[in-house]
């Protein structure tokens, strides 16, 4: 599969509705996998996002180390995966290949993309001053993929304790953004 480069200016799109991410992170060992529904967009241009991480999680450390990360996002077919990286701890397995994730080079971060993912963000930290108090790293998407031939994913929203919802229908509605 070979995914085109995406403008940064409409990374917005792929996450406004919220859907369950994988973050990977490099150091220690080996790259890690974590499972994320805590983020937001905070800016369009240059696209920010606040990921709110548990320092009890083994991504906080890897992430404050290397001070970078990708936003890799998943559809509906891989949701097993996303449920079983978030139940299971880093520091004692290699998700990747405990659950036959595979890693590729990312452009201009160390950790590496998921390449199952439809889309990845290549993002690095640009403010930790609300980590402390709330876990919130605010990261810069540098660099943005998508797969071209994924034309309308189902992705994966996380509704609490265990539930989850898929993206169902899309609509076009008048709007004044482009």
Known sequence: MIKKSFPLAKVYALLEPGPVVL??????????????????????????????ISNRNYSFGLLQAAGECVINI???????????????????????????LTPKPAAQVGAP??????ANLECRVVDTTM?????????????????PTVKMPRTIH????????????????????K
């Open 23 to 52: 973050v990977t992170t490099a150091g220690g060992e080996r790259p890690n996998i974590m499972t994320l529904s805590w983020h937001t967009m905070i800016e369009f241009e240059p696209p920010l996002v606040g990921c709110v």
């Open 74 to 100: 998943p559809s509906q077919e891989l949701a097993q995966k996303v449920v079983g990286c978030g139940n299971t701890s880093g520091v004692e397995v290699d998700k990747f290949e405990r659950f036959s």
């Open 113 to 118: 993309l998921i390449e199952e993912c439809f």
């Open 131 to 147: 980590v402390a108090k709330y876990g919130l790293f605010v990261v810069e998407v540098v660099k943005a993929w998508i797969d």
């Open 158 to 177: 996380h509704l609490g304790h265990g539930n989850f919802m898929i993206a169902g229908e899309r609509v076009r509605l008048k709007s004044k953004m």
